[in-house]
């Protein structure tokens, strides 16, 4: 099942409810919601008290993706708030294994995240812990960059492993996602559709946001 998954990264901050109010009644299926450091990557952005406002303004899950040094200690923190689905980087992570384990044991859905430098490989021996993988098919830090279409076959890859070690991670794309390169997204397996500046960056939410998923069904039925 295909998935929008607007980053209220690009959204309007000072009326992030109702943006992300209009994303939901154009399908979007859950909220990303981007929390940067300043170390791990070069740009701040939000934290546990946006979270926490954001919970009472939606129904929709919310989608953690920790861009963070030391995400251990703030996984209750963002728990507490609100996260239901709680991602961390395999770079910032040096005991990955605990790490996703304390996310789960908080009870939080825990997903792994990879950066465009990072292969696959490097996540085989959690695959088994996580909940969802997400593919970074832009270097993390900044809203409206251009899509890295060598993420493609790791989004590949992420698909052909699930089915030879029968697991049940969900693969989900972040960075770039947009009309244009749907089409090749979807056809390469990936199944939650992270979208910032297709959705908030001009017009309608609602509109952008039905766009996006139209372009995704016509992407599936093409798909070989
Ligand atoms: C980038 C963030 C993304 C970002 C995607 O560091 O992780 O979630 O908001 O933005 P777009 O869709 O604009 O590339
Ligand atoms: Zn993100």
């Not at 008290?49 to 920790?66: I, Y």
């Not at 970074?136 to 089915?163: C, D, T, W, Y």
Request: hydrophobic residues 45%; glycine residues 8%.
């Amino acid at each position: 099942m295909i998935e929008l998954a607007p980053s209220i990264l690009s959204a309007d901050f000072a009326h992030l409810a109702e943006q992300v109010a209009r994303a939901g009644e154009g399908g979007a299926a859950v909220i990303h919601v981007d929390i940067m450091d300043g170390h791990f990557v070069p740009n701040l952005t939000i934290g546990p008290p946006v979270v926490k406002s954001l919970r009472r303004a939606t129904r929709l899950p919310l989608d953690c993706h920790l861009m963070i040094e030391s995400p251990d200690e703030f996984i209750p923190m963002f728990v507490e708030a609100g996260a239901n689905w709680i991602s961390v980087h395999q770079e910032a992570c040096v005991h990955l294994n605990r790490t996703l384990q304390h996310i789960r044991d908080h009870g939080a859905r825990p997903g792994v995240v990879i950066n465009p430098a990072t292969p696959v490989e490097m996540l085989s021996e959690v695959l088994d812990m996580v909940d969802y993988v997400l593919v970074m098919s832009v270097n993390p830090g900044f809203g409206a960059q251009k899509f890295l279409p060598g993420s493609l076959h790791k989004v590949r890859k992420l698909a052909e492993i699930r089915e030879h070690r029968r697991l049940n991670y969900r693969i989900e794309i972040d960075g770039g996602v947009a009309l244009d390169t749907m089409g090749d997204i979807v056809r390469a397996g990936a199944e939650i559709l992270v979208a910032g500046n297709a959705v908030f960056g001009k017009g309608d939410p609602k509109t952008n946001a039905e766009q996006l998923l139209k372009a995704a069904a016509e992407a599936t039925l093409l798909r070989v």
